[in-house]
């Protein structure tokens, strides 16, 4: 089964979209340059016929292969504890934003059911590593911005520290996504939060280049930016 994908793979790569990926995606394995639209078609085509088989087979060697096993995971329709236990192996995997924000936004299951999902990411809530805690940022952000989440979410992302650029930028983009859903709670919170100072800014600045926030609440969000 790899070997077919693997040739089919080949059959996709482009020079122009390789190197173009590889200026974007710093710390990636080796990649093809396939993109990524073409790269769903095949995932969704495995998660149709045999997901089990190429997620226990796929060896994880390349870029392309690593996007697969996220999307196919994403995609596939198996019973929810395989789905979740697919997802627990491969967060820890995750080393770049590219792959980690993949599997974040297909992971479509997290709508259905939120308590079990939340359960999951509540596993990686004490890590350390950069992209456990990314991941879990992404899936509150894609998923979680909801009446029954949103309070938990910022209280995660107010306690939870890390140093690393690919955490803090989730968070800002987290709470850029919370200011358009509930422009007051989050406004409220940037006046009083826990945030390092770099987090606390970026988020505003995200949030006063979004065109889907107020000019007036824009205003008052360059006001509280800190020195």
């Not at 934003?97 to 299951?109: E, G, L, R």
């Not at 520290?161 to 919370?178: E, F, P, T």
Request: proline share 3%; glycine share 2%; with cysteine.
């Amino acid at each position: 089964m790899i070997e077919e994908i693997l040739l089919k793979l080949d059959s996709l790569k482009n020079n122009h979209q390789l190197e173009f990926s590889k200026s974007l995606i710093p710390g990636c394995l080796p990649m093809l340059g396939v993109k990524v639209p073409d790269l769903r078609i095949i995932a969704k085509d495995i998660s149709k016929t045999n997901p089990i088989l190429f997620l226990n087979s796929n060896p994880l060697n390349i870029y392309e292969l690593e996007m697969l096993q996220a999307m196919v995971i994403g995609y596939m329709k198996e019973d929810l504890n395989i789905v979740l236990d697919y997802a627990k192996s491969f967060i820890p995997l995750i080393h770049d934003w590219s792959v980690n924000d993949c599997f974040c936004q297909t992971f479509k299951i997290a709508k259905k059911h939120q308590k079990e999902v939340w359960e999951l990411l509540k596993f990686y809530f004490d890590s350390r590593n950069e992209f456990e805690l990314r991941c879990v940022v992404v899936m509150m952000l894609s998923h979680f911005i909801n009446d029954n989440y949103v309070d938990e979410v910022i209280k995660f992302i107010d306690k939870t520290k890390n140093d690393g650029y690919y955490y803090k930028i989730a968070c800002a983009w987290c709470l850029q996504v919370i200011m358009v859903k509930y422009p007051d709670k989050c406004l409220a919170y940037l006046k009083n939060n826990n945030l390092d100072n770099w987090t606390h800014n970026k988020a505003i600045s995200k949030m006063i280049e979004s065109y889907r926030i107020s000019l007036d609440m824009k205003d008052k969000l360059k006001k509280i930016k800190r020195k």
